[in-house]
């Protein structure tokens, strides 16, 4: 997709990643309440099976994931799907440093749990939006 149409929410992909159902489910309802295309994983294998299979714009995940967390599912996307945006959630990372860290891994952003409603929408937006 080109970035004209990246900026249109309607044609925004979006993978949401976490192994919480009643998050994943949450996020997944309030995005396409947003106008977003979504599709939810279960955790960081079934991520990359999506992947594989379907383009996406972003993926949002969780950090905290068992088996494939959120930071090798992050350094997986950047090395093999390096145009698909990012977004990294957790209650465990609130520090500064740790926050900075991801984006250094690559991450374009970061939402500490818990967040809004506005917050992730506004996110989500700023982060397609960006080159």
């Known amino acids: 997709m080109d ?4 900026t249109q929410k309607e044609y925004a992909k979006i993978l949401v990643v976490d192994d919480d159902l009643l998050l994943r489910t949450f996020l997944e309802k309030a995005l396409q309440s947003g106008g977003y295309l979504c599709t ?3 955790d960081g294998h079934a991520a990359l099976e999506l992947l594989q299979k379907n383009p996406f714009d972003m993926v949002i995940s969780d950090i905290e994931m068992p ?4 930071l090798e599912l992050l350094y997986r996307i950047r090395t093999k799907y390096p145009s698909i945006k990012t977004i990294l959630i957790s209650g465990k990372y609130q520090r500064t440093d740790t926050i900075n860290g991801l984006s250094a891994k690559g991450a374009h ?4 749990k818990p967040f809004s409603l506005n917050r992730l ?3 989500v937006q700023a982060v397609l ?3």
């Open 129 to 131: 939006c960006t080159p």
């Open 121 to 123: 929408l506004s996110t």
């Open 67 to 70: 088996q494939l967390n959120g």
């Open 109 to 112: 952003s970061f939402l500490p």
């Open 40 to 42: 939810s994983a279960e």
């Open 3 to 6: 970035n004209e149409k990246i």
